[in-house]
Each structure stands twice: as C-alpha cells, then as structure tokens.
C-alpha cells in the first residue's frame, strides 16, 4: 500500500551552474587546449552529456608540472606561510560563496543526491580549506617542520570529486607545495570550476594545474621526473601499480585505496541509531565510499530484530533523481561501476547468499542499483572479502566480542570499522584491537577536517587530514 | 468518538498484550525498562533533524496542511481563560478559516475541565473533540484521589478526551509500579473517554527515559502519549517525538494495538508541523496519518497552516489580520 503521503518532486534547480560546452586544461593560471583525443563526461543519472573535456597528453603534463615547478620557485616555495593562509582563507570563502553551485554541478557530475552534495560534500571542502589555512603559519609547530617538498602530483577518484580535491590541495598549499592534479575521468567539472575559482582568488598562476583525462595521463604526471611527490586516492590495483611506478625514485607517496570496513553491532547497541548506521555506512553516496561499511557483523542474538528494522528502514529510502531534495539514493557513477557491482551481487547469490533489495522503480535511463543486503554471508563469500563499491551490505554474524574481532581483521584491507554498543569501556577494547585507520563508535561515516584519515594494510600508507595530514608535504 | 479504542492495526496479527508479569512490581517494570535498547543521543538527533530536510512542496505541501489542521487539538490552557474565550475557540475549532468551507475542523479544543462544559454547550456533535487536561495539571502535585477527583469530573462535563500528566517525581526516583498504578486508575476513571498520559519530556531530559515512559503509558493502558503541558521548556521537540513514535511502532509490531502520538508546545510553524508529518510518515508509518493518531497541541500553529493554506489556494500570503485571533 503506498502512503497517502506522496512527496511532490522538488527538484534543486540547475540554472545556478554554467557548464560550458567544452573544457580545456587548467595550466599557469589559464585554460589551454589539450593535445590528447577530448572525452565527454555525462550524467549518470541520465546519459545526458554535460560537456566535453580535453585530455592531456605527455607534452601537456610536462608543461603542467613546468609551470608547477616555476610556481614553486618563483613564488609559492618562498612565499610566508602567513601570506599563503590569505589565499587559502580566500578559496574557502568563495567555495562557501559558490555553495550551491558547486552542489548542483557535483551531483549533475557525479550522480550523488544533491542533499549529500549540500549537506556533506560541499561544507566539508570549505572546511578543510579553513582548516589548512590555519595551519600555513604554524607549520614549524606541527612536528614536521616547515620545508615543503615541491611539486605534488595528485589524482583523485570520482566518488567524492571536490571533496577529494581539497583533502590533497588544501594540505599540498598550505605547507608551501605547487600542484598538477588529475581528477577522474567520469567526474572533471567540478575541478574545473574550482579551477575558475583559483582564478577568481588571484591564485598565483601554476600553482593549481589541473590536467584532465585517464589512467594514461594519470601515469604520464605520477612517473613524471620532476614530480617530488604523489598522492593517490583510489583503487587497490591502480595504487599497486602507481607504488611500483615510482619505487626506486626519491619520491614521497601516500595512497588511500581501497577497503571492506566491518560495522560491528553488538546486542546491547542502540538499536535503532545503529540501523541508521548501517544504512549510512553503506547506502551514503550510493557506497561508492572506500570506508564503506559493507560487512555489517551482528550479535547473533539481535540479528533477526536488526534485520526486520533495517529492511523497513530500507523501504524508505529513496532512489532516483539526485537532483531532487528527496532523494536518499542517487545514480551509480558509471556504466561500468554499474557492471562491477551487477557482477559481485551476482556471484553472491551464486554462492548461496539470500539477496534482499526492497521495491523500488527505478528510471529507465542512466546508471542505477538498488539498495541491497545479502544475509547468510560468510568469510568465504567473495563479497564478503572484494570490495564492490555500490549499495550493497554483506550480513555477517558473531557470537562473542573476540569473534567479532577476529572477523572484522580478516581482510586483506583496514581503512575503517564502527562499534556499536552501550558500553563504553567494549568501543575502547575494540578501537584497540581492530586494525583499521579509523573506528567509528556508535556513528559512521563522519569526516572532519581536524582528523586524520587513512588505512592498515591493501588500504594504502600515509594519513590524510588533521595535523598529521602535514606530514606527507613536508620535507 | 472517532478513536477507536486500542484497534489494531489492518492486517497486524493481534497477540495478546498480556504485560502482568512486567507490571507486577518496581523491580519487574525496572527490569523491563531498562532493558529496551538504549537512545544514543547524538544518532537520534541527526536523524530528526535529517528527516527534517525532506522538501514538501506543491500537491505533498497541500495534504500535509489539511492534515495538519485536522490534527490540530486547539489549546488554551491559562489562568485567565474565561467561558468568552473558550466559547471563540470552539468556534474556531469548528470554522478555522470563516472564509473557507473547505477547511477542515480541528480534531479537538483542549481545555482546563471547568472549561469543558462551556467548550461541549459549543461544539455539541460537530465532530469537534473536547479534550480537558486534569491530573492536577501541569505540576501533577496532589493525591491519587484528588486526580481521579479532578478527572471525574472533567468527564462529567462532557470530555471526551483527558490529558493527563504523569508523576516525574515517581519516575524520576525509580517508582515504576506507582506511575504504572497511577495511569490505570486514571484511565479507569475516564471510562469512555481516551486518555493521552503526558509525560513532561522537558523534565524527564533523556530519551532513554522517554523510551522507558512511553512503553510504560502503553502497556497501562494509555491511548496517546504527549510529550509536554506546555508549561515547561523545551516542549516538544522533533528527536523526543521521533522516540515517541518509535516506541509505538515498536509496541505494535509486539501487541498488534496502536497507540497515538501528540507532541505538544512549541509548534508554531507550518514548516514545523511538516517536518513532523514527514517524520511521523517514514518511522511510525502512514496509519498514524490519521487524528485517530496523532495530534498537534497548539494554539497559534493553527493560523499559520490557515495563511498557509490561503497561499497554497490563491499564489498570495495574506496578512496576520484576514484571520481570526481566537
């Protein structure tokens, strides 16, 4: 029976965002022609193509990086840490200016529901570039002196496009450092517009380069000579080749990559809070999150109540335009992602898993999954060890703290985990015990400029944010 | 009497509700209590205030005003009310926009209970509630008898609904079984009227405890449970609310019997009552979007969804002055 309580559409309106029909490469402080084959990015909400955007070749992340370099000796190296905070401040300023729309243009992009790209993504970006201007005059307090490394080169994912921008950018300037950054292929506009907004903040010319296209221009700027650091955020398998690229060079790294984060639920949680854990570990940005929790391991003696709850909370959720202010789930980024994760799910129901999705219509064009629980997962499930990266929950279970335990570190990765119970001396017992880079405790998912993030094991080295976040910049 | 005493739900299987070994003493309805899943505050308030983010807008925007305005228990509860004042209220209640037939009736006046007879020679068989506050309201201060006293005799006048109040000083110090015993007496004595048990959420200031006292109102036999007098602040809150419709959502899916839900004080503003529509619609679910089960105590809340609604109607916002102040 459906409500009589039907929302209208409430659609966030496009017309604040200018996209233009075509793009070219962000280099010295002006937009430049590509001399690679232009891609098109679109919509994965509707195939719909946004526009068109030019691929850097060789030759162009050579003058990327020259222009880094010049920048860096010229004027960012050796400007004082108390002038490059003006910048900074400046840029965060106009990120919040621009809110809505960097917002509408991340979920047009990317395919995330617009509350998420408000409420979450955009905020957090101008945080984190409040937060590293701070640092700019102060560094020689952080413990890791104050010598910045040089040019960073920088390629980030398409899950959270902007937000992964600033979390490399922020730190990379405020410590002294020029960058050439690569965003992803299937999500370029909003680095382009923050690109504008560089300009828009006077920022000295080359010292944001932004280089668009895909892996091939992504490994022209990691392997380039000149580059004095690398900092990835992505897939396990591209991070393994780009820790390869550059062994034996004198190059600093620091690599997020993938993760398969165990939400731990213990009989005395709170119920209820804990079912909108689950689902914001795992359905939040449709789980294109590396720290995901996409293995829920439950108390046997509340599973079956934790699972009637989470299904009916299920049913609520809704999927579809990310446009609409209504909308929980949004569109999957790629056709691609989409394969992956249609892939996985169905090797999870051959090996026997019970696959749960509730009723829910999803539009006929464009990329889209829905919210799905797999139950009876065990250790030996592919989808209970491979990352899937889409709304897609394996159900585990344990009976004692030690079990949970053993099962949540039984993973070739370690990025994050949640705990979830009354007592707070158990969440201290299991921070300690779970070999993840963050633990969650009766929360998940929550980011913040001041803490540091980053993983154990196949989940990559290095930490972002926070105080430590400086470290991987300065020499 | 629209309410349908403790009916269950469509298709909900009814098992018996049986609580006698829970109630039995302080030590048994402690055991109970305290073993309900726990509240964590800082989860429970990010998700009302995520439900309140929900956009409702055009045809969605209509119903929940008209829904609203039904659900409207019209307030006046002060030392200088006089039987004119209540008199324009019932009037109100009845024709809440005089210049639209269309509007719907609010489900109810709610009154001090030497106020109800006045409220009744008014409202007559209208459709219009009338709901009295008794219990030695709001402080709930004086003996058993001296409440059952009072509620008797709000009963007598011709209420159909008593909002009574709750002992905080019993439950705050442990004393289950006499909050429990105190809440059957009370519904005993209003015989065929609904009884909403008030909790005072503002003085019971955590939600464990506001879990703990819904599922106590429930299993006494209470028909609604309200957050707040009005008299003490905070009033209701959309986090207090939201635990409170949990706890009926809950108590349903174990009993098979529905009980309502009425926050009250502090709700103001259209886009408040939405908020809590929609909250209302995705925890407890669409049967509780009914007057049956659940209400807004309130007395300026009515305007607004009035303007509101005239908004809605005509593209214009008319001024504070095309409606009544009654």
Redesign the interface.
């Known amino acids: 029976m459906t409500s009589p309580f039907q929302y209208a559409p409430a659609p966030e309106s496009r017309s604040i965002v200018d996209i233009k029909p075509s793009y070219g490469l962000f280099i010295n402080g002006e937009f430049v022609d590509g001399h690679g084959k232009a891609f098109k990015t679109i919509s994965p909400a509707t195939e719909e193509v946004l526009a068109e955007v030019a691929e850097a070749s060789d030759a162009d992340v050579e003058t990327a990086v020259k222009a880094a370099r010049k920048a860096y000796d010229k004027v960012w190296g050796r400007m004082p840490g108390r002038e490059r905070a003006k910048y900074l401040y400046r840029i965060a300023r106009i990120i919040q200016e621009r809110g809505r729309e960097l917002a509408v243009l991340e979920s047009l992009d990317n395919g995330k529901p617009i509350k998420e790209s408000r409420d979450v993504d955009i905020p957090t970006v101008a945080a984190h570039f409040f937060y590293y201007a701070g640092w700019a005059d102060k560094l020689e307090y952080s413990g890791f002196g104050s010598t910045p490394l040089g040019v960073a080169g920088q390629v980030i994912p398409w899950n959270f496009p902007l937000l992964m921008l600033a979390w490399k950018i922020a730190p990379a300037l405020a410590c002294g450092n020029t960058v050439v950054l690569k965003p992803a292929e299937t999500t370029p506009l909003t680095a382009l517009l923050f690109a504008e907004i560089c300009q828009q903040a006077d920022l000295p010319p080359g010292v944001v380069n932004i280089v668009t296209g895909a892996g091939d221009t992504g490994r022209a700027l990691v392997s380039h000579p000149d580059v004095d650091k690398v900092a990835f955020t992505g897939s396990t398998d591209v991070g393994r080749a780009i820790a390869k690229a550059v062994a034996g060079t004198d190059k600093k790294v620091t690599l997020e990559l993938g993760g398969k984060a165990a939400n731990i639920v213990f009989d005395d949680a709170p119920i209820d809070q804990a079912v909108e854990g689950i689902v914001n570990g795992i359905f939040f940005n449709q789980g294109h999150v590396c720290c995901a929790g996409s293995r829920l391991l439950v108390q046997e003696s509340v599973a079956e109540e934790v699972l009637d709850r989470l299904k009916r909370r299920m049913a609520t959720l809704r999927v579809g335009d990310p446009l609409d202010k209504n909308t929980d789930i949004g569109a999957i980024n790629s056709a691609e992602q989409l394969a992956r994760i249609k892939e996985l799910s169905d090797i999870g129901e051959a090996e026997g898993a019970g696959r749960w999705s509730p009723a829910c219509d999803l539009p006929s064009t464009g990329f889209w999954f829905p919210p799905t629980i797999f139950t009876g997962v065990s250790q030996a499930h592919r989808i209970a060890r491979e990352e899937i990266f889409g709304p897609v929950l394996s159900v585990l279970t344990f009976r004692t703290p030690s079990e949970a335990v053993e099962k949540a570190n039984n993973t070739p990765y370690g990025l994050s985990a949640g705990v979830w119970t009354d007592k707070g001396s158990r969440i201290l017992h299991m921070a300690n015990q779970l070999r993840a880079g963050v633990v969650w405790a009766n929360t998940f998912n929550k980011f913040d400029p001041t803490s540091p993030f980053g993983g154990y094991k196949e989940s990559g080295y290095g930490r972002e944010g926070g105080r430590h976040g400086l470290e991987a910049y300065l020499r | 009497m629209p309410t349908g005493q403790g009916s269950s739900a469509a298709g909900a299987p009814v098992v018996s509700a049986d609580f006698s070994d829970i109630t039995r003493t302080d030590a048994s309805l402690r055991g109970f209590l305290h073993g309900l ?4 505050q ?3 308030e ?2 009302a205030a995520a439900l309140g ?9 209509e ?2 005003i008209d ?1 609203a305005i039904r659900m409207v228990d019209l307030t006046t509860l002060e030392g200088q009310d006089t039987p004119g004042k209540v008199r324009a209220l019932a009037a109100k209640a009845m024709h809440p926009d005089p210049a639209d037939p269309s509007c719907p009736m609010t489900a109810a006046v709610c009154v001090y209970p030497d106020m109800v007879a006045t409220a009744k020679e008014v409202l007559g068989d209208s459709g219009v509630n009338v709901a009295a506050v008794a219990t030695a309201f709001p402080s709930g201060r004086a003996a058993l008898d001296i409440k059952l006293a009072d509620t008797r005799d709000a009963v007598e006048a011709g209420a159909d609904e008593i909002d009574m109040v709750i002992d905080r000083g019993a439950f705050l110090a442990g004393h289950y079984k006499q909050v429990f015993d105190e809440i059957v007496a009370v519904r005993e004595a209003c015989g065929s009227a609904h009884l909403k048990v008030i909790f005072e959420t503002g003085e019971l200031q955590t939600y464990d405890n506001v879990r703990r006292a819904s599922w106590l109102a429930m299993m006494a036999g209470g028909h609604f449970i309200k957050t707040s007098t009005g008299k003490v602040q905070p009033a209701a809150t959309l986090p207090v609310t939201m635990i409170m419709l ?1 706890a009926v959502r809950d108590f349903r899916e174990q009993t098979g019997q529905m009980v309502g839900v009425k926050p009250a004080g502090g709700i103001r503003t259209t886009k408040d009552a939405i908020k809590y ?2 909250m209302v ?2 925890v407890a679910g ?1 049967d509780w ?1 009914d007057p049956d089960w659940f209400r807004f105590g309130a007395s300026t809340l009515l305007n607004d969804l009035l303007m509101q609604r005239t908004k809605m109607t005509t593209g214009r916002y008319s001024g504070p002055d095309y409606f009544t102040l009654d």
């Open positions: 899943p726990g509240v964590d800082v989860g429970a990010a998700r983010t929900r956009s409702i807008k055009t045809t969605a925007k119903f929940a829904l949990e529509l929609v619609n995705e669409q979007l």
